[in-house]
């Protein structure tokens, strides 16, 4: 079955200690991303990658880092968590970046809390 | 997830009513718009998408129209289920050199038997 992962789904933790949501996709796409959803502000992107080795930053990469290295994985690295990212993450995936409109497929979404 | 209902606009239709759920873009630019469907604890769920050079593209019990003289675009679904019920989003893909999209806030479509 195509689909996007992701791990843990649930996650409760404390300010600073580091944590790492990981993602991977089955579907050979080039293009992946992150996303975090805040009630009343939709979703907004935190990181991408075109491919592997290429990524770079969304709206809001404050406090995140993500890697790429191989093309089905695309990890979401929290290095000091703080409450403010609260929040719950959707990483997405298509099969391609560049120009013009690829469809994004969703993971099932990760629900952090730091306390 | 459970909580991406909290602050929504909400729709409340009767079961078998049409619904009509709208959206306002930003970007004159962008060149194609999407709507999402999203369940209770669940991703975003593609539902269908329209290219800006077109006013009005029909699914399986779908449509979306785009105006683009006044930036709006509207999801309407006909004989509404109580399986549509869920948070819709619109979203414009800004184009240029990556994929990115540009998420509304969502709507609450609340279906009622």
Not at chain 1, 52 to 79: A, C, H, M, Q, W
Request: proline share 5%.
């Amino acid at each position: 079955e195509a689909q996007v992962t992701q791990n843990p789904r649930y996650l409760i933790t404390v300010t600073g200690k580091k944590l790492t949501v990981t993602c991977s996709q089955n579907m050979n796409h080039e293009y992946m991303s992150w996303y975090r959803q805040d009630p009343g502000l939709g979703l907004r992107q935190i990181y991408y990658s075109m491919n592997v080795e290429v990524t770079d930053k969304g709206d809001v990469p404050e406090g995140y880092k993500v890697s790429r290295k191989e093309k089905r994985n695309f990890p979401l690295i929290l290095e000091s968590p703080s409450p403010n990212q609260t929040s719950l993450y959707f990483c997405a995936s298509s099969f391609r970046g560049g120009a013009g409109y690829n469809e994004q497929f969703f993971g099932p979404g990760t629900r952090l809390t730091v306390l | 997830g459970e909580s991406v209902g909290l602050h929504l606009p909400t729709l409340s239709v009767q079961e078998g009513d049409n619904s009509i759920i709208n959206c306002a873009y930003s970007n004159s630019a962008s060149d194609y718009f999407i709507w999402y469907k999203q369940e209770s604890g669940k991703g975003p769920q593609f539902i269908i998408d329209i290219r800006s050079n077109m006013d009005k593209r029909q699914g399986q019990r779908v449509t979306v129209l785009l105006n683009k003289t006044v930036k709006h675009l509207s999801l309407q679904i006909a004989a509404t289920q109580p399986g549509d019920s869920a948070v819709y989003f619109c979203a414009e893909n800004y184009g240029g050199a990556t994929n990115k999209l540009i998420f509304g806030t969502g709507t609450l479509l609340a279906v009622q038997p």
